[in-house]
Nanobody
Framework: HVQLVESGGGSVQPGGSLRLSCVGSGFTFSTYCMGWFRQAPGKEREEVAHIDSELEPDGTTHYADSVKGRFTISKDSTKHILYLQMDSLKPDDSGLYYC?????????????RGQGTQVTVS
């Protein structure tokens, strides 16, 4: 069965950096769309970024406007790890971050999710 396990969260000051990791198992990592979501207390869940599967022509990355230029999503399909490099962090970036996967990116919001890792920027 599909399992996603996140790590790398923590507390950091504004302007700092964190790198989140998500280890996936139980599915063909390279052929699935993968992404990161976050949710803060009292706020709606927000997709932060996603990366197309390697079956897509370009394997492109997509970002929420709020994180463009500061966050970078990447993956290592040989190790089955998805990453989110977060730089220039702001207090508004605080929240529970979790990775998600689905066969197609348009299903990502309803796909498989991990338990999440907490990020606090203050």
């Amino acid at each position: 069965h599909v399992q996603l396990v996140e790590s790398g969260g923590g507390s950091v000051q504004p302007g700092g950096s964190l790198r989140l990791s998500c280890v996936g198992s139980g599915f063909t990592f390279s052929t699935y769309c993968m992404g990161w979501f976050r949710q803060a207390p009292g706020k709606e869940r927000e997709e932060v970024a996603h990366i197309d599967s390697e079956l897509e022509p370009d394997g492109t990355t997509h970002y929420a406007d709020s994180v463009k230029g500061r966050f970078t999503i990447s993956k290592d399909s040989t190790k089955h790890i998805l990453y989110l490099q977060m730089d220039s962090l702001k207090p508004d970036d605080s929240g529970l971050y979790y990775c998600a996967t689905a066969r197609f990116c348009y299903h990502l919001n309803n796909g498989y999710r991990g338990q999440g890792t907490q990020v606090t920027v203050s």
